[in-house]
């Protein structure tokens, strides 16, 4: 049973150009989250979303940060026009159930911004 | 406030205990986890106690929660190097949400 999966594990971008990050959850978990870890700090929520819908979107940067899951397929945190700080390692999350189920996060996917 | 405290550095020899600790926010957070995670690597989750609990073991992990302090504890037995890692402490908040709130992380280090 595999876990959750991220890709790219790593990723480097230049300041202006978009960043695409996808997460597939555990088979059978339908809730997905997105966490951001700055260097040197704790995991900070994102977004929390169910198949097509958004179902907590309170620690997300309001401008160029979007996050999908759509359907089919695997959900996608896209952050426009990056920026230097948006350097972090992004981690995502699943669980079968949404509120008070117990997390399984992914390996993370390391952004760096030249 | 949302804000879950833990300690940032801890030292021990192989073989004796470790014990990390964790102040939490919420006090009717249902589930309280902890989590380990090596160089470059993603969250494991390590261990978790349901809130009506004081008290969980799971071979060389023990868990202690005090809910009147908000304060939780993660004991490590006879700590071995491949334990060398950092320890959160997470708690969903507000508690009927799916967000967790994570602590700073306190980085053990295990000398031989």
């Known amino acids: 049973n595999a876990g959750v999966m991220q890709n790219p594990r790593h990723l480097v971008r230049r300041r202006g150009q978009e960043a695409r990050l996808r997460c597939s959850p555990m088979k059978g978990h339908s809730h997905v989250y997105w966490y951001r870890q700055l260097p040197e700090e704790g995991l900070k929520f994102m977004v929390y979303?169910?198949?097509?819908?958004?179902?907590?979107e309170s620690g997300m940067p309001k401008e160029r940060f979007s996050a999908e899951f759509p359907k089919e397929g695997p959900s996608i945190l896209r952050i426009q026009q990056v920026v230097r700080g948006d350097s972090a390692a992004y981690f995502c999350?699943?669980?079968?159930?949404?509120?008070?189920?117990?997390?399984?996060f992914g390996p993370g996917t390391r952004l760096l911004v030249l | 406030g949302e804000d879950v405290e833990q300690s940032l550095f801890l030292s021990v020899r192989e073989g004796d205990s470790s014990v990390i600790n964790c102040t939490y926010t919420?006090?009717?957070?249902?589930?309280l986890y902890w989590y380990k995670q090596e160089p470059g690597a993603g969250l494991q989750l390590l261990t978790y106690?349901?809130?009506?609990?004081d008290m969980k073991q799971d071979q060389r992990l023990t868990v202690l929660l005090n809910k009147k302090d908000k304060h939780l504890s993660l004991r490590i037995a006879d700590t071995q190097t491949g334990d060398s890692a950092i320890y959160f402490c997470a708690e969903p908040y507000p508690s009927n949400t799916g967000k967790l709130i994570f602590g700073q992380g306190t980085t053990l280090q295990v000398k031989p």
């Open positions: 979303l169910q198949k097509e819908n958004i179902i907590d």
């Open positions: 106690i349901f809130s009506n609990m």
């Open positions: 919420d006090s009717s957070s249902t589930y």
């Open positions: 999350a699943s669980s079968p159930q949404g509120t008070g189920e117990t997390q399984y």
